[in-house]
């Protein structure tokens, strides 16, 4: 065996050790992650939260405030452990934020049935994507900057429909978002398989919120159709 070529052996297998290493952490923090979320929009519908009671642009621009300022602390904190709990406190709000919905799903007779629908839908098309982006050989660090202009379009088109208040728009928005969403989970699982990303926290924090808008949106359309009286 020629020496000359340990190193690149070792250095190699040190390589796929970290990329296991940050996915496995990964897969673990966002489990632990379903656990604040699931608190937060228990305990919404509790008490009946509601951030957009008065007007839904002012709720609008105070949620956005919020959430990118826990996005902020997280990438500030994400090297310590205090990055986690900030993380498991970002989920804790949007499990809040969620609970409007849930409240209003949780309003028909078959409500539990829609809301288990969904977290079943939205458990298979991350389990669909997560599998293809790494087994696939396709290079799919392409799809970012393509999701990230389509996320901002719909962003606007989201603010728009505030004012519009439009049931057709909101709808297309909903699966339009799945879409893209569901995309994204390509690309942030194989930013880590591949590598590109080698904080957990990070990772954690990207595929969580695009399983939460999965959810979110497969929701919203489950009670468009499918809510029964």
Do not use: C
Not at 30 to 54: C, K, R, Y
């Amino acid at each position: 065996m020629n020496p000359n070529l340990q190193p690149a052996y070792s250095t190699t297998g040190q390589s796929v050790l970290v990329r296991n290493r940050v996915l496995r952490n990964t897969y673990l923090l966002l489990a632990l992650s379903m656990i604040p979320t699931v608190l937060g929009a228990w305990l919404g519908v509790q008490f009946n939260f509601s951030f957009f009671a008065g007007s839904p642009m002012i709720g609008f621009i105070a949620f956005m405030a919020i959430a990118f300022g826990f996005i902020y602390a997280i990438e500030k904190t994400k090297h310590s452990a205090t990055g986690v709990a900030v993380l498991l406190g970002f989920t804790f709000f949007l499990g809040l934020m969620l609970s409007r919905l849930i409240g209003h799903v949780l309003g028909y007779s078959n409500g539990a049935s829609l809301i288990m629908t969904a977290f079943g839908g939205t458990a298979a098309i991350f389990a669909t994507m997560a599998t293809i982006a790494t087994v696939s050989k396709r290079d799919f660090s392409g799809l970012g900057k393509w999701l990230f202009v389509g996320v901002l379009v719909a962003l606007v088109a989201m603010v728009a429909n505030i004012f519009l208040q439009l049931p057709a728009l909101q709808l297309a928005l909903s699966v339009i978002l799945i879409g893209i969403f569901s995309a994204y989970i390509l690309y942030d699982v194989q930013q880590v398989v591949n590598g590109g990303e080698t904080n957990y926290i990070t990772a954690t924090l990207s595929i969580y919120l695009d399983l939460y808008n999965i959810f979110a949106n497969l929701l919203s359309i489950l009670g468009i159709f499918g809510g029964d009286d």
